[in-house]
Nanobody, 121 residues
Framework: QVQLVESGGGLVQPGGSLRLSCVAS????????MGWYRRAPGKQREWVAV???????NYADSVKGRFTVSRDNTKNTTYLQMNSLKPEDTAVYYC???????????????WGQGTQVTVSS
């Protein structure tokens, strides 16, 4: 069926940058909204950013001005550029996408497996 795979996580120092990627593959008719979430140790999942099929974006206040979400529809991929990283950004980052698998079908929310981002000096 459909799968989403995140990549690009790692260990960076405070103030550093990382670029996360999320590729959707499988039986896909169209991809609508795509988004990024994160889960810090001991905390609930937090919404980070969203991008619509027409490239309209929105961000959580905690990352606004530092993170940028984008997408490449020819590659079924969304990106999260993370700049000026802080220790509190440490979390597992997940991508999500609303995907229609056939013209007559409804949208289904798919999730990736997550990629670890650690910000530490």
């Amino acid at each position: 069926q459909v799968q989403l795979v995140e990549s690009g996580g790692g260990l960076v120092q405070p103030g550093g940058s990382l670029r996360l990627s999320c590729v959707a593959s499988g039986s896909i008719f169209s991809i609508n909204t795509m988004g990024w979430y994160r889960r810090a140790p001991g905390k609930q999942r937090e919404w980070v950013a969203v991008i619509t099929s027409s490239d309209i974006t929105n961000y959580a206040d905690s990352v606004k001005g530092r993170f940028t979400v984008s997408r490449d529809n020819t590659k079924n991929t969304t990106y999260l550029q993370m700049n000026s990283l802080k220790p509190e950004d440490t979390a597992v980052y997940y991508c999500s996408a609303l995907i229609r698998r056939s013209p007559a079908g409804g949208q289904i929310d798919y999730w990736g497996q997550g990629t670890q981002v650690t910000v530490s000096s």
